[in-house]
């Protein structure tokens, strides 16, 4: 089949497809099932009326006590679970030996857990000065960042300096609050 080449010959196909397409629809709606019937009701529902001195407001102490005294019955599954209960599981008989080795084994693990090694505080403490009247100052270095710090200042965002003497600083690390004593540098190290 050849596409039509002119303007008209579009137009008949245009026209043609047209046609194709309502007589596709036309019958797809001629094969479905048409609309089902309401099925007649034979139950009809009355309204009933109720004298106005029957309605009476006051509880029935009686009718509520004979709802009370009804007993649930059942199969003996717990109705508020959607599953039924667990199996109990038998305990594994184990021989002296072994329950040994295993509370050796747990308690070492416990152990490895236990003792948390706090990492070294990397600060270098290179020197200290002191003015009359004025507290001391230390000297510290972490590769190539040097600061100047006084007695209870924060270094680093990180270390807290505790205390400054001739010999040694007293720095606490403030995320672990290990506490380490930094001996003075003699030189400083690159």
Do not use: C
Not at 7 to 31: C, F
Not at 161 to 184: C, F, G, Q, Y
Request: charged content about 25%.
């Amino acid at each position: 089949m050849t596409a039509p080449s002119t303007s008209k010959g579009k137009t008949y196909m245009a026209i043609a497809l047209a046609v194709v397409a309502v007589l596709t629809v036309l019958w797809q709606m001629r094969s479905q099932p048409g609309p089902v019937a309401p099925v007649a009701s034979t139950e009809h529902k009355h309204a009933v009326a109720v004298p106005a001195d029957a309605l009476d407001p006051r509880l029935h102490l009686d009718l509520l006590a004979a709802g009370e005294n009804v007993r649930y019955e059942g199969t003996g599954r717990n109705i508020f679970r959607a599953t039924d209960e667990p199996l109990p599981i038998e305990k594994v008989k184990i021989s002296p030996l072994k329950k040994a080795q295993l509370e050796q084994q747990a308690q070492q693990q416990a152990a490895a857990r236990a003792i948390p090694v706090a990492p070294p505080i990397p600060l270098k403490f290179f020197g200290m000065s002191k003015a009359n009247g004025e507290k001391p100052r230390g000297f510290f270095s972490q590769g190539d960042d040097v600061w100047i710090a006084h007695e209870g200042d924060v270094v680093n965002r990180h270390y807290r300096i505790a205390r400054i003497n001739l010999r040694d600083a007293e720095v606490e690390d403030l995320m672990t609050s290990h506490k380490e004593n930094i001996p003075l540098a003699q030189g400083l190290e690159r």
